[in-house]
């Protein structure tokens, strides 16, 4: 009778860790570009163009809002740091072709983006 009791009291526990594993999905941003380049060096453009793809191991995820930061180094913007620019959340699905609303880019200047 105690070992019916215990597997009853745990069916509960079960079935919330499972829903828990399923909630936890990876999403990440990939294959960022500008102007449709990855990297690119020298693209002439004050506000160029930006796209990204997300990849989820969950069927039919959509963005629903997004965020793009800028840095004029890789380390500042992998820490959030000294940020050039961020457009805030912006509610929107759009990914391709987001144009960069910064401060217009110089000639030669570098900038980090994700």
């Not at 070992?3 to 941003?29: D, H, M």
């Not at 800028?70 to 759009?94: C, P, Y």
């Not at 391709?96 to 880019?105: D, F, M, R």
Request: contains cysteine.
């Amino acid at each position: 009778m105690k070992l019916r009791n215990s597997i009853v009291c745990l069916l509960p526990f079960v079935a919330l860790f499972l829903f828990a594993l399923q909630t936890q999905a990876k999403t990440t941003v990939h294959s960022l570009r500008c102007e449709y380049h990855e990297n690119p060096v020298g693209i002439g453009e004050e506000h160029p163009r930006l796209s990204w793809k997300l990849l989820s191991d969950v069927p039919h995820t959509l963005q629903t809002a997004y965020e793009i930061r800028t840095a004029l180094s890789e380390k500042d913007l992998q820490k959030g740091k000294n940020l050039h620019w961020s457009s805030g959340k912006v509610d929107a699905s759009s990914s391709v072709n987001v144009e960069y609303q910064g401060p217009a880019l110089q000639s030669g200047q570098r900038i980090y983006w994700q």
